[in-house]
């Protein structure tokens, strides 16, 4: 079974360009994720969606962040204009089900994001 | 406020020995909790999950522990080996409003030397 598929594994830019990070969540998983982690802290979650809705986005900077999730399946995160502090590995996570017992959470590699 | 505490923030040990890490929680209502493993530039990946019910899990060398009265769940590694090193986090998930809310530890950074 193939995993979360993310891409690109990494992206440096300078302050105040854009980026765009993509991830594929393993086939059939409803819930998706996008995580933020910052170099030596824990994941901090910035939007999960069930199928193609949006569950939580709480913690999404919304003036500079967007993400969507197309058709239930693949979905974009998009950093438009970055900061600085915005340099973190990005990392997308999926799992069967949001209600009930959540089940297992995978996670794929991360996007290494260096903003100069 | 929920949340997820972890101590020591890092650690270092000799290979074969056995370590245990701690995490505290202050997460209202409970669900789950989870340990996860992540190398260097890898994402985590799942190493227990514990239910309100359950008390203890083992994976192979790791086994972690759960004391819903006093929120502390802790990790117990036996026999470490240099591929042991890696970040631990632990996940504990709440229920609220309609979907499972994952609230993550900060991790504890451990090192297994030769």
């Known amino acids: 079974e193939a995993g979360v598929a993310q891409s690109p594994r990494y992206k440096i830019i300078e302050k105040r360009q854009s980026v765009a990070f993509w991830c594929n969540p393993i086939?059939?998983?409803?819930?998706l994720y996008w995580y933020q982690q910052i170099l030596g802290q824990g994941p901090k979650l910035l939007i999960q969606?069930?199928?193609?809705?949006?569950?939580?986005d709480s913690q999404l900077p919304k003036d500079r962040f967007s993400a969507e999730r197309l058709k239930g399946v693949d979905s974009t995160l998009k950093i438009q204009p970055a900061k600085l502090e915005d340099s973190a590995v990005y990392l997308c996570?999926?799992?069967?089900?949001?209600?009930?017992?959540?089940?297992?959470?995978?996670f794929g590699e991360g996007s290494r994001l260096t903003v100069l | 406020k929920n949340q997820v505490e972890q101590s020591p923030q890092s650690l270092i040990i000799l290979e074969g020995k056995n370590c245990t890490l701690q995490?505290?929680?202050?997460?209202?209502?409970?669900?789950?909790l989870r340990w996860y493993k992540q190398d260097t530039g890898r994402g985590p990946v799942s190493l227990t999950i514990?239910?309100?019910?359950?008390n203890t899990k083992s994976n192979g060398r790791y086994t972690a522990t759960l004391d819903a009265d006093t929120k502390q769940s802790s990790l117990h590694i036996t026999a470490s080996q240099l591929s042991d090193s890696a970040s631990y986090i632990c996940?504990?998930?709440?229920?609220?409003?309609?979907?499972?809310?994952?609230?993550f530890g900060a991790g504890t950074r451990l090192a297994v030397h030769p």
């Open positions: 996940v504990v998930s709440s229920f609220s409003g309609g979907y499972n809310k994952l609230i």
């Open positions: 969606f069930q199928n193609n809705g949006v569950v939580d």
């Open positions: 996570a999926s799992s069967l089900r949001t209600s009930g017992f959540p089940g297992e959470l995978f």
């Open positions: 995490c505290n929680y202050t997460v209202s209502p409970f669900s789950n």
């Open positions: 086939s059939g998983h409803a819930t």
């Open positions: 514990m239910t309100f019910s359950e």
